[in-house]
């Protein structure tokens, strides 16, 4: 089917409903109207509250001295995050979220809501709560009826999302799952495809697509691997567990959770459904380049510059990432910024990867450390 171009002016206003056919294609604006929407106006988190559910990865504790939404937090330029974690519950389980939205009003107005949907529903049941770790406590899709909000899985689904869209109907919602554990139990390893909690994941989209809310699944796209010796100890370790506890992930794993959510926000989470003016004065990122490649060596600081084109473009923010860990990047590995200080920790080849905020233009080297 094909569509005619749509025009719009400076300054014009433009509604939910133009936003969502530009989005989908519908229409095309004029003066970069579409790419000026996704990196402007449209998109601004500053100055947004957010209000944030789940277990102790999103519960403020000893585990991490940084947390996901934390980093959000900067990185959007929120106004707040409230924060309505519980360690060790889940929808049902320990005073799970379906018991604690009643008692939601305490956290006012948000412009947005994040669940990170946990996994502890899936585990040991405690006394007196229904068995959640066996299979047939899933339920059926059908179990839609608020007295099954602790009766299945699909139950409790259900009574959360309904709950939420009718308490904020005009503020966006999205769910976050949970990145894989380590552990392997009666239901089989976490991240594998034929246990409990791959199932769990399966129910949640379905019920997340039937009420039109976006899921980010971190536990299939995270890039967190704790089953694996080192990478369990780099990314799920603190003071209490040096080795790492495959399960809670401390500020580096936070971090990377938090990258991802912060690009998923920026494509699905709209700060509000007001109205919207575009700004055609926005300069679009139509591509990135690095400078000179510096001589990296063991224990010397060298400075590494990167740009983005055209130089005169609204965001220049670049994202530096580093292969392994044969080199440190300050302020921090992945930080923003157009230039890097990069020190040599070890002898052999990184390659170092810049990616531009605006666009997600990228562009990689590879440098041998001597």
Same mark, same amino acid.
């Given at each position: 089917?094909?569509?005619?171009?749509?025009?719009?002016?400076?300054?014009?206003?433009?509604?939910?409903?133009?936003?969502?056919?530009?989005?989908?294609? /519908?229409?095309?604006?004029?003066?970069?109207?579409?790419?000026?929407?996704?990196?402007?106006?449209? *998109?601004?988190?500053?100055?947004?509250?957010?209000?944030?559910?789940?277990?102790?990865?999103?519960?403020?504790?000893?585990?991490?001295?940084?947390?996901?939404?934390?980093? !959000?937090?900067?990185? !959007?330029?929120?106004?707040?995050?409230?924060?309505?974690?519980?360690?060790?519950?889940?929808?049902?389980?320990?005073?799970?979220?379906?018991?604690?939205?009643?008692?939601?009003?305490?956290?006012?107005?948000?412009?947005?809501?994040?669940?990170?949907?946990?996994?502890?529903?899936?585990?040991?049941?405690?006394?007196?709560?229904?068995?959640?770790?066996?299979?047939?406590?899933?339920?059926?899709?059908?179990?839609?009826?608020?007295?099954?909000?602790?009766?299945?899985?699909?139950?409790?689904?259900?009574?959360?999302?309904? %709950?939420?869209?009718?308490?904020?109907?005009?503020?966006?919602?999205?769910?976050?799952?949970?990145?894989?554990?380590?552990?392997?139990?009666?239901?089989?390893?976490?991240?594998?495809?034929?246990?409990?909690?791959?199932?769990?994941?399966?129910?949640?989209?379905?019920?997340?697509?039937? *009420?039109?809310?976006?899921? !980010?699944?971190?536990?299939?796209?995270?890039?967190?691997?704790?089953? $694996?010796?080192?990478?369990?100890?780099?990314?799920?370790?603190?003071?209490?567990?040096?080795?790492?506890?495959?399960?809670?992930?401390?500020?580096?794993?936070?971090?990377?959770?938090?990258?991802? $959510? *912060?690009?998923?926000?920026?494509?699905?989470? *709209?700060?509000?459904?007001?109205?919207?003016?575009?700004?055609?004065?926005?300069?679009?990122?139509?591509? /990135?380049?690095?400078?000179?490649?510096?001589?990296?060596?063991?224990?010397?600081?060298?400075?590494?510059?990167?740009?983005?084109?055209?130089?005169?473009?609204?965001?220049? %923010?670049?994202?530096?990432?580093?292969?392994?860990?044969?080199?440190?990047? %300050?302020?921090? $590995?992945?930080?923003?910024?157009?230039?890097? %200080?990069?020190?040599?920790?070890?002898?052999?080849?990184?390659?170092?990867?810049?990616?531009?905020?605006?666009?997600?233009?990228?562009?990689?080297?590879?440098? $041998?450390?001597?």
């Amino acid at each position: 089917m094909a569509y005619s171009k749509q025009s719009f002016k400076d300054g014009e206003v433009l509604t939910a409903s133009h936003l969502n056919k530009i989005e989908s294609g /519908i229409y095309t604006a004029d003066v970069n109207a579409s790419k000026a929407l996704k990196n402007a106006n449209v *998109y601004s988190f500053k100055g947004k509250k957010l209000l944030v559910t789940g277990d102790s990865i999103t519960e403020r504790n000893f585990r991490a001295s940084k947390l996901w939404h934390d980093y !959000l937090k900067e990185w !959007l330029g929120l106004d707040s995050v409230q924060n309505d974690g519980l360690s060790g519950s889940g929808l049902v389980k320990n005073n799970g979220i379906v018991y604690r939205l009643a008692n939601w009003s305490k956290y006012g107005n948000p412009d947005m809501i994040l669940i990170m949907g946990n996994m502890n529903d899936g585990t040991s049941s405690l006394a007196g709560q229904p068995a959640t770790g066996d299979p047939e406590w899933f339920g059926k899709f059908e179990d839609q009826d608020d007295t099954m909000k602790d009766q299945s899985l699909y139950g409790a689904l259900h009574y959360t999302l309904g %709950t939420l869209i009718n308490t904020y109907p005009n503020i966006p919602i999205g769910w976050i799952i949970s990145q894989p554990r380590s552990q392997v139990g009666s239901q089989g390893k976490c991240w594998g495809f034929d246990g409990w909690f791959e199932k769990w994941t399966v129910a949640i989209k379905e019920v997340c697509n039937h *009420y039109s809310i976006p899921v !980010l699944d971190l536990y299939h796209e995270s890039n967190l691997r704790p089953w $694996i010796t080192e990478h369990n100890k780099k990314y799920f370790s603190c003071t209490q567990s040096p080795n790492g506890d495959g399960i809670h992930p401390n500020h580096l794993g936070q971090e990377m959770m938090a990258k991802q $959510i *912060y690009f998923w926000m920026n494509q699905y989470m *709209y700060p509000s459904f007001n109205e919207v003016t575009v700004d055609s004065s926005y300069i679009n990122t139509t591509g /990135i380049v690095f400078k000179e490649t510096p001589t990296v060596s063991i224990g010397n600081p060298v400075q590494w510059y990167a740009n983005v084109l055209p130089s005169t473009a609204s965001n220049p %923010t670049i994202i530096w990432t580093a292969s392994n860990d044969k080199v440190t990047l %300050t302020p921090a $590995i992945e930080s923003f910024g157009a230039s890097c %200080t990069i020190t040599g920790v070890s002898a052999g080849e990184c390659t170092i990867t810049i990616t531009s905020e605006d666009g997600g233009f990228v562009k990689s080297k590879t440098i $041998i450390v001597s």
